[in-house]
C-alpha cells in the first residue's frame, strides 16, 4: 500500500469514526470506504470525479459538483459531474472564479441560498455563466488542503433555492478532506505527462527543423547550381551566339541585333523574377501571386484567378513568412501548371474563424500521384512551411488543393 493510499485509508477511519451510530452514519461510512476503494483504482483525473460522483451523492445529494484545482500561477482547472458546463472545458483565472475566496484562503467556506443572487459568486467579471445558465442556485464551497495549503475547491450546487444549510458544510468538509490527497496526486500525475509530452513534442519539432533546414540547404544548392546552369545554358549561350555574329564576317542587321538583345535581356529578366520576387517587395502579394499565374500558365487556355479575402494581411507579415507563403504558393502553381493539365487555377487568401491565415492554390487537373509528387518537389513544401510554423494540407478534390495555414492572423 502506497503512503497516499495509506492516508486515506486513516483519513477514511477518521471519517468513520465521527459519523453519528446511526443508519445514515453507516450508510455515509460504507460511502466513504467506496470513494476511497475507487480512487485507488483511478489514474485518470478527468474520470475519477465522474466515477465516484455516485457515492458522493449518497452522502450529499446534488445537481452539479465540480473540484477546482489550482493550475498555473493565477489560473485553476475544473473536474465535474453531473451538469457538464463550460467549468471543465477551459481554464479559469482565480480573480474571476465565483468561488475565489476559498481559493485564495480569505473564507473557511462558502455557503449560498442562491448562487444566482449572491455578489459573493455573481460579481462583476466573474466566470458564473454556469451559475445562471444552469440555475445552480444553492451551493457549498469548501476547501481542498494538502499539506496545510489549499489546493483547490470541492463544490456543490443544487437548483433548488435553499436546498444546503449549515449542517451540510462539515459534511462537504469531510468529503473535501478524503478527496484532497487523491486529487492533489492524480493532477501532480496529469501535469507530470503533459510536460513529458510536451518536452517531446518540442524535440521533434526541434528535430524536425534541424531536418527542415538541411533539406532547405541542399534545396537552395540545387537552385543555385540549377540558376548557373541556366545562365551558362541560356544567357551566356545567347551572349556568346550575339558576339560572335557581331564580329564574323556577315555582321547582323541593326534591327535584328536589337531584337536578339532583346530576348535575352528578357530571358534573363525572367530567370531574376524567378530567383528574386521583386514584385512581391514592390506591389504585394497578391499582385506578384498574380503576375507568377499569369507566367506559369503562358499562352495556353487556363482560366486564373487570385482572390485577397484579408485586405492584404500576407504584406503585413514579417519577410521571412511572407517570402516563404509566396514560394510555397509558386511552386504550387507551377505543379498545377506543368503537371496537372488544368483548365482553372485558382489561388485564395483567407482567414479562419479562429484568426489563422489560409492560402490556398487549387486546380481542376488531373491530381497529383505519388510519382507525380516526388517529381514535383512536394516535400518542398512541406520544408518551408514547417520552418515557418505552418500547416500544409495536399489534397485531391476534383483535381488538387494545397492549403497553407498560418497559426496567427497578421493584424
Known sequence: ???????????????????????????????????SARLAEEVEIGSALRVIAPEIAEVLPFSHVDICLHDTPGWVVSFEAGIETRWSQRRTRVQYSPVRDVLQGRSPAMLSANAMEDPQQTFPGACCE????????????????????????????????????????????????????????????ARATQAAQLRARAQEQAEGLRQGALELTQTLEQE???????????????????LRELTGDAPLDRDLLAERVTDTIDDLRAL???????????????????????????????????????????????????????????????????????????VTVSSEPQDRLRITISDDGIGIGPEVGRRSGLS???????????????????GTRVTVTLPEFPA
Open 224 to 242: 543555385r547550381q540549377r540558376i548557373g546552369m541556366d545562365l551558362h545554358d541560356q544567357t551566356l549561350a545567347d551572349l556568346t551566339r550575339i
Open 130 to 189: 454556469p451559475i445562471l445558465n444552469h440555475r445552480l442556485r444553492a451551493r457549498i464551497t469548501v476547501p481542498l488542503r494538502v499539506m496545510g495549503k489549499v489546493t483547490g475547491t470541492l463544490n456543490f450546487s443544487h437548483g433548488t433555492e435553499g436546498f444546503y444549510g449549515p449542517g451540510q458544510v462539515p459534511l462537504a468538509q469531510a468529503l473535501a478532506d478524503l478527496l484532497a490527497p487523491w486529487f492533489h496526486a492524480l493532477h501532480g500525475a
Open 272 to 346: 531574376i523574377d524567378t530567383a528574386v520576387p521583386t514584385l512581391l517587395d514592390l506591389f504585394g502579394f497578391a499582385h506578384a501571386v498574380r503576375v507568377h499565374l499569369e507566367r506559369a500558365v503562358g499562352s495556353e487556355s487556363v482560366e486564373v484567378d487570385v482572390e485577397d479575402e484579408t485586405e492584404g494581411a500576407p504584406d503585413r507579415l514579417g519577410a521571412t513568412e511572407r517570402t516563404a507563403l509566396f514560394r510555397i504558393t509558386q511552386e504550387a502553381i507551377n505543379n498545377a501548371a506543368r503537371h496537372a493539365g488544368a483548365h482553372r487555377i485558382l
Open 1 to 35: 500500500m502506497t503512503s497516499l493510499q495509506t492516508a486515506a485509508a486513516v483519513r477514511a477511519e477518521h471519517l468513520r469514526a465521527e459519523t453519528p451510530p446511526d443508519g445514515s452514519g453507516a450508510a455515509r461510512s460504507a460511502a466513504f470506504a467506496r470513494i
Open 380 to 398: 518542398h513544401l512541406r520544408t518551408r512551411a514547417h520552418l515557418i510554423g505552418a500547416d500544409l494540407e495536399i489534397v485531391a478534390d476534383a
